[in-house]
């Protein structure tokens, strides 16, 4: 049976390196040098050394020119790197031509992003999405396998099976493995589509139901499952890592007009996001599809906020999810509360629309909860209602889906005053008081 063999916890020392094209591109491409220390260092790997650099022409078996290469690769091992992890994605060929330049392991950003996901992976749908984005990684990768998921030697080293994959009967084993990977690859996919009809299901009953539904997203540790435990006051995983989340959880709040909302909590973007990653995940990610308004959560305190919040808005383009209600919440501003400058460029670059809080102090978040009050204003009703005591499943009813502002009593009926979704009303219209009725109960 094919199997990525998943590689033991060898590799304890990574040399980076950012490759960019455009000079102008180099603060860009050291900004996300940064990122990738921050996802290397999730997979608790030591970050010995890194380098940014300039290439002229990408180089179809390196990246990078040759001699360029082989400078890197003896920087990385005189720093007693036992990996190099490229910020850029390589081909596979390149990959191999990096490992059989010096006796170290190459990886890219995208595998690095897949291992996180691996860890993170709590459900057996984003269990199963983890597993068919790296077979997808790794099929056209075959070759290079049987050294490299050791994470012992490049592929050029010897060891056992090292080399043998590619040569004599090794290819026919390689044949058969490609072929059980696509038939893996095809199985996943079937699994997946019965968790989007069954995910499907539960969208429906709960758009029978008539309850609003809302996402929060966000780039990666801006603190959407944060937000989400203090307005559900729940228990989320919230971790200050990258991918924290990649379940999609999904809690329901009650706002101070008495609405109940449906909250749910999506997986972070992150610049350079692999496609395939985008498409593994799409079933988690359909949540904010279907939402009937979205949560963009942002870092205050980041300094890339405006690149960080383009990358939200362009995956959100790719989902077919851009275009919906949006509130912006600019969270962690506790961190800039000293900064009056960059607090006024923040509130003069977002729109009114957006709400600076601080999910740690509680700060602002009374003003969120108005402006998701806000956002479901033309999906309730003020009722005045004469409901008959035989019925108080009814008034169970309110209590529960819609907000009671006033209740009393008058003989066998119930007199309330409630607040209810638009889609509750048909319930009640023959309940209703109207104004007439309403004057003659009121009369001495």
């Not at 909860?369 to 108080?392: E, F």
Request: net charge negative; charged share 30%; glycine share 6%.
């Amino acid at each position: 049976m094919f199997d990525t063999r998943e590689k033991p916890r060898m590799v304890e020392r990574a040399f980076l390196i950012g490759a960019y094209f455009d000079r102008a591109d180099e603060d860009n491409a050291n900004s996300l040098l940064d990122e990738l220390v921050e996802l290397v260092g999730t997979l608790e790997i030591e970050v010995v050394g890194r380098a940014c650099v300039f290439v002229r022409s990408r180089h179809r078996g390196y990246l990078t020119g040759t001699g360029k290469a082989q400078e890197l690769i003896d920087e990385a091992m005189d720093l007693e790197a036992d990996c190099i992890v490229f910020d850029n994605e390589l081909a596979p060929m390149q990959q191999r031509n990096w490992e059989e330049g010096g006796d170290i392991t190459v990886i890219d950003r995208e595998e690095v992003i897949l291992d996180i996901f691996k860890m993170r992976a709590r459900t057996k749908e984003a269990s199963l999405q983890v597993e068919l984005a790296r077979m997808q990684y790794s099929l056209p990768r075959l070759a290079r396998m049987w050294s490299h998921l050791d994470r012992q030697r490049g592929a050029g080293g010897g060891g056992s099976g090292g080399g043998g994959a590619a040569r004599g009967e090794g290819e026919q084993q390689i044949e058969v493995d490609r072929r059980l990977a696509r038939k893996r690859i095809d199985r996943i996919k079937a699994e997946l589509e019965s968790v989007r009809r069954n995910r499907e299901t539960q969208r429906k009953q709960r758009a029978d139901e008539g309850i609003c539904q809302s996402s929060i997203v966000g780039y990666t540790n801006a603190g959407k499952s944060s937000l989400l435990n203090y307005l559900a006051d729940s228990d989320i995983l919230a971790e200050d890592k990258l991918f924290a989340t990649l379940d999609p959880t999904t809690r329901r709040i009650e706002l101070p007009d008495g609405q109940s909302l449906l909250l749910t909590d999506t997986v972070g973007f992150v610049r350079n996001l692999p496609h395939r990653l985008v498409e593994a995940f799409k079933a988690t990610l359909e949540e904010a599809i279907i939402s009937d308004f979205l949560i963009h959560v942002l870092d205050a305190s980041s300094p890339e906020i405006y690149s960080l919040y383009e990358t939200t808005l362009n995956v959100l383009e790719e989902l077919k999810a851009s275009g919906k209600p949006t509130i912006i919440v600019l969270n962690k501003i506790d961190l800039i509360k000293d900064d009056p400058d960059r607090l006024h460029e923040l509130k003069s670059h977002f729109d009114e629309n957006s709400v600076f809080v601080s999910v740690h102090t509680g700060e602002g978040m009374d003003r969120l909860m108005s402006k998701l009050t806000d956002m479901m204003v033309d999906r309730v009703s003020r009722l005045k209602l004469r409901i008959p005591q035989a019925r108080h499943d009814l008034v169970a009813l309110l209590h529960r889906e819609g907000k009671i502002v006033s209740e009393e009593y008058e003989g066998n009926d119930v007199l309330l005053t409630a607040i209810i979704p638009h889609a509750m009303r048909h319930l009640f219209e023959e309940l209703e008081i109207k104004p007439s009725e309403n004057d003659a109960t009121a009369a001495p």
